[in-house]
């Protein structure tokens, strides 16, 4: 990145943008800068979010869907004229690899283009209705709307296209949203900003908000009529609790489990879980966490994922050869440090890694583990991988069904039964059959079970969620 200025970030509120009368330094976790200014938004701030969010939810509602889909692809186009600059900015303010995050940036374009064929796609149905004397001779169908004010909150590991995936699909279902931004990633959702400003989106339709106080508020306030929501389990089932009847979707936490039988492809596994492991410091909650492995093919899996590992590349997360930059900050790099000296003084053998410098933790493979241990049973949010043995594959399904997550899980297997067995037994949001539990596209219905989550992301499955059914009935 070639501009370092010190940036100021604004709230947009109304179409207009707002400065804050606080504001909070973000700093390079790598390198120690003052990235930029983030406003803290008050409620004064928040309420006039909302009250431009009801103010325009008629409007956009009533916009045309081809309208709605256009300022979508131009938003589409902007990103990819802007790339550069965006992952340079995440880069800067959260760590992320600079590959990674431009990764991000280019693949939203899927989210956005994706939505806005959506957007002129949604139908309702007809119900027949003479199957009963009552029915005969009516005619009813099922009508979709827009429900209105949508609160949503997003976290900072994939702070754009999450965003995208919160912003895209409530303005194609012609909904208005107000996004609180993560704190730690501030920079990058106001860069997003700046594009559907630019793109057209009209006033109202988009409100962003900044600062930790303002969420709580936001979630619980009734001017909103949809909770969107991504980030960890805790904080989610706070917003559950105070959304009241109110509809929610939640995409929360997992512990990346990933399935390796006697008779799977243990060099791809090795290869895929290592990278799916790792990849922005293994801070996803689809991360590869933990590997199972057959006990025939244990040690060589082992080796060879210890391998893979070894391979990459630690180092400053804005060179285009970095594999892994730092954790969002040096808090979130002590804690990781911590689980795994806890593991280790459990008997858990590091087999590489398990050091850290400032907000950077080496790539860390773990064997002995045991099922109680945080590594394993909690989600660990770090490039920590663990693997442990197994004989019967069953015991594995029963170990998945028990945890108190169910986001996504892989599984490496030729034997068609035992891939169904895994998909018929395993209780979780989705199984990954020859692949790990990282695996997600952006079309595809992605959330989880348990603790991992309620509804689903995916444009075409979110504009469901951000739109309520109406029935209506013809007498003659």
Not at 140 to 146: C, D, Q, S, T, V
Not at 379 to 393: T, Y
């Amino acid at each position: 990145m070639t501009d370092r200025q010190l940036t100021e970030l604004q709230m947009y509120i109304d179409g207009q943008w707002r400065r804050g009368t606080e504001t909070r330094r973000i700093v390079d976790p790598y390198r120690g800068e003052v990235v930029a200014t983030m406003p803290l938004s008050t409620r004064q701030d928040l309420d006039d979010a909302l009250d431009a969010a009801v103010k325009a939810k008629s409007a956009v509602a009533a916009m045309p869907a081809y309208e709605r889909a256009r300022i979508l692809r131009r938003a589409g186009e902007l990103i990819a004229e802007r790339a550069d600059v965006i992952a340079c900015a995440m880069s800067r303010e959260i760590g992320k690899a600079y590959k990674d995050a431009l990764a991000e940036i280019v693949r939203s374009q899927d989210t956005l283009n994706l939505s806005a064929e959506e957007a002129v796609r949604i139908e309702g149905e007809q119900v027949p209705l003479d199957s009963s004397p009552m029915g005969a001779g009516k005619i009813a169908f099922m009508l979709r709307f827009p429900v209105g004010v949508i609160a949503a909150i997003t976290p900072f590991n994939a702070p754009f296209n999450l965003a995208c995936h919160k912003i895209a699909p409530a303005f194609a279902a012609g909904n208005c949203t107000v996004l609180k931004a993560p704190p730690q990633a501030p920079y990058t959702v106001h860069l997003l900003t700046q594009i559907f400003a630019d793109a057209g989106m009209p006033a109202g339709a988009l409100a962003v908000l900044y600062g930790d106080s303002v969420g709580p508020l936001l979630v619980s306030d009734p001017r909103v009529d949809f909770v969107t929501f991504t980030g960890s389990s805790k904080v989610g089932e706070l917003i559950k609790q105070t959304s009241g009847l109110r509809r929610v979707a939640l995409e929360l936490g997992g512990t990346g489990a990933t399935i390796v039988c006697a008779d799977g492809d243990v060099e791809q596994a090795a290869a895929q879980c290592s990278r799916n492991s790792m990849r922005i410091g293994g801070q996803s909650c689809i991360s590869v966490q933990n590997v199972f492995v057959h006990s025939s093919r244990y040690e060589e899996m082992v080796a060879r994922l210890v391998e893979e590992v070894g391979k990459l590349r630690l180092g400053d997360p804005l060179d285009p050869d970095t594999d892994l930059g730092t954790l969002v900050d040096e808090a979130a790099a002590i804690r990781v440090e911590s689980w795994i000296r806890e593991a280790v003084s459990g008997g858990a053998q590091v087999l590489t890694g398990g050091t850290r410098e400032g907000a950077q933790v080496a790539p860390t493979v773990l064997t002995d583990v045991t099922p109680d241990m945080k590594v394993v049973c909690d989600e660990v949010f770090g490039p920590v991988v663990s693997v442990l043995p197994f004989d019967e594959v069953d015991t594995v399904f029963e170990m998945l069904n028990n945890s108190r997550f169910g986001l996504q899980c892989g599984i490496f297997t030729r034997s068609l039964p035992v891939a169904m067995q895994a998909v018929k037994r395993i209780r979780t949001g989705g199984v990954i059959v020859n692949g790990t539990s990282t695996w997600r596209t952006d079309q595809l219905a992605y959330g989880g079970v348990k603790d991992s989550g309620i509804g689903r992301e995916g444009p075409r499955y979110a504009i469901r969620d951000m739109t309520e059914e109406r029935l209506v009935v013809f007498n003659f």
